[in-house]
C-alpha cells in the first residue's frame, strides 16, 4: 500500500530529529557550542477531487525535515584564570586560519600559544586579528597572526626626567650634607645611580651636587659631578629659586658606549606644587621617579573587552600587543558548521566582515574565560519526549497497516449460493 509512504516519512524525519537532539546533548559541554531545533514540514499534497462547493479535497504525503536552525543565543561564560582563553559575549565569531590558509569562524575561544608564541585555537589554527608594532595597533591594516610569547621584549628607553619629593630639615646646621639616590636608564637600558647631595650653606640656601660613579664614565676615584647649583627656599618653607624644573644636565661619555643623557629635574608636580621642601622634619626623600626603563620580556597579557591584548614586560612596562577581531555575517542561519567548533560561510550567510569587538554590533570580549555550550537540558529533554512519541506513533501507523494489508490479502471469496 502507498500508505506506508507517510508513516515512513514521519519515521525517517523523527529519527532525523533525534539526531539533532542527541548531537545537542553530547556537546552540553561542548566551548561554545551553538544549541539546534529541527523543524518538521509536510510534503506536497495530492488532489483527489473537489467538494460539491469546488474546494480541493487533499491527501497528505507525510513530512520531512524542514530545517535545522541554530540558536546563537549567548552561553553562559565561565572564568578559567587562563590568559590565552577569551569568551564572546553578544554577536560575533573568532576569526582563524589553517595551514592551507583557508579562514574559519568560531565561537570557542579555548586558545593557547603554539612554539613560535602565535595564539592558536584547539585545532592549531592561527587566530588572526591586527598584530600591534611598537605597542600600535592598526586597526586598518591587514590582519594577521598575533604574537603572545614570552619571546617579546620591550626595548629600554632612556631616561630624560626625574624628579623627587624631599624635604631638607630646615633646623639643620650649616655645613650638614643630605644624601639621596636616583636610578636613571641609559639608552641601552643600563642603570646608573644618580646621587643627589645636598649641604645647607646658609639659611634657607642649600647647594647641590648630582654625581655619578666614576666607573660608569670609564674612571677611578671620586664621583663624576654632572651638575651643581643652589636652592633658596621661602618662609614656608617652599623653593623659591629655581622653579619648574633643572635643565642641561649632561651625561657623556659612559663606559658601555651609550648615548648622552640628557636630562631634566623636575622640581615641581603638575599643579605647580614643589617637591623639594625645607620644613623642621628629618631631611627624607618619600618618592623618586623617571621616565627611563631597562630592557624587559613579556611576563604577562590580558584581552581586554574590545579586543585589545595588553602586555605587561618585566620592566614594568605595559603595550598592545595587539587585537583579537570578530565577524559578523548578515545571515547567520546560513553558517556551514564542518567541525570543530568551526563554521565556514556559505552564499546564504554572505561573506564575513571582520572588524574590532564592542563597535558595528559586534559583542564583547572577556579575557581568561570561556562561553559554554548553550545547550538547555530540561529544553532537550522536552524534546526528546515529544520527538519519541511522535516517532512511536508512526511506528505504530506502520504496524495499523500492516495489519490491515495483512487482513485483505487474506480475504476469501465466499462461495455462491
Given at each position: 500500500m502507498?500508505s506506508?509512504?507517510?508513516p ?9 530529529a533525534l539526531n ?12 561554545g ?7 518538521f ?17 487533499q491527501?497528505?504525503m507525510?513530512?520531512h ?9 549567548d ?17 560575533g565569531?573568532?576569526?582563524s ?12 575561544g579555548?586558545?593557547?600559544?603554539n ?5 592558536i ?42 624628579q623627587?619629593?624631599?624635604n ?11 644624601s ?6 641609559d639608552?641601552l ?5 644618580l ?6 650653606t646658609a ?8 654625581t ?12 663624576t659631578?654632572v651638575a651643581?647649583?643652589?636652592l ?7 623653593l ?13 661619555g ?13 622640581l ?6 614643589s617637591?623639594i621642601t625645607?620644613v623642621a ?7 623618586t621617579t623617571?621616565?627611563?626603563?631597562a ?25 598592545a ?5 570578530l565577524a559578523s ?25 571582520a ?31 515529544v520527538?519519541?512519541r511522535?516517532f ?5 501507523m ?6 490491515i494489508?495483512?487482513?485483505?490479502t487474506?480475504?476469501q471469496a465466499?462461495?455462491?449460493?
Open positions: 502507498s506506508f509512504s507517510i515512513l516519512s514521519g519515521l525517517s524525519a523523527s529519527a532525523d539533532v537532539i542527541s548531537n545537542d546533548l553530547a556537546n552540553l559541554n561542548t566551548v557550542f551553538k544549541d539546534q531545533e529541527a523543524s514540514e509536510d510534503l506536497f499534497y495530492q488532489n483527489i477531487g473537489t467538494s460539491g462547493s469546488g474546494n480541493p479535497i491527501e497528505g507525510g513530512t525535515i524542514g530545517s535545522i536552525s541554530t540558536n546563537y543565543s552561553g553562559a561564560v565561565q572564568a578559567t584564570g587562563v590568559p590565552s582563553n577569551v569568551a564572546i559575549t553578544g554577536n565569531f573568532f576569526i586560519q589553517d595551514a592551507t590558509g583557508v579562514l574559519h569562524y568560531t565561537r570557542s579555548g586558545f593557547s600559544e612554539t613560535q608564541g602565535d595564539l585555537t584547539s585545532s592549531g589554527d592561527t587566530v588572526l586579528g591586527y598584530p600591534a608594532v611598537n605597542g600600535v595597533v592598526n586597526t586598518g591594516g591587514a590582519l594577521g597572526a598575533l604574537q603572545v610569547g614570552s619571546n617579546l621584549v620591550s626595548p629600554p628607553s632612556a631616561t630624560t626626567t626625574m623627587q619629593q624631599t631638607l630639615d630646615a633646623t639643620a646646621a650649616v655645613g650638614t650634607t643630605y639621596a639616590p636616583l636610578t636613571a636608564y639608552s637600558g643600563a642603570s646608573h645611580i646621587t643627589f647631595n645636598f649641604t645647607e639659611p634657607n640656601t642649600w647647594g647641590y651636587q648630582i655619578l660613579p666614576a666607573a660608569d664614565t670609564g674612571g677611578t676615584g671620586n664621583p659631578v651643581s647649583g643652589s633658596s627656599f621661602d618662609s614656608n618653607g617652599n623659591a629659586s629655581p622653579t619648574g624644573s633643572v635643565t642641561g644636565i649632561s651625561v657623556a659612559l663606559a658601555d658606549g651609550a648615548a648622552t643623557m640628557n636630562l631634566t629635574w623636575n615641581a608636580n603638575s599643579s605647580g606644587g617637591l625645607q622634619s628629618p631631611s627624607t626623600t618619600s618618592t623617571q621616565n627611563g626603563y630592557n624587559g620580556t613579556l611576563r604577562s597579557y590580558m584581552v581586554d573587552a574590545d579586543g585589545t591584548i595588553e602586555g605587561t614586560f618585566t620592566n614594568g612596562q605595559t603595550q600587543l595587539g587585537q583579537i577581531v555575517f548578515s545571515n547567520v542561519q546560513g553558517l556551514q558548521a564542518v567541525g570543530g567548533d568551526d563554521y565556514v560561510p556559505t552564499l546564504a550567510s554572505g561573506a564575513a566582515v572588524g574590532v569587538p564592542n563597535a558595528g554590533g559586534r559583542g564583547t570580549l572577556t579575557g581568561g574565560a570561556l562561553e559554554m555550550s548553550n545547550v538547555d537540558i530540561s529544553t532537550e529533554f522536552t524534546r526528546l519526549i520527538t519519541q511522535g512511536e506513533a508512526n511506528a505504530r506502520i504496524t495499523t497497516l500492516d495489519s494489508n495483512n487482513t485483505t487474506n480475504l465466499q462461495p455462491g449460493n
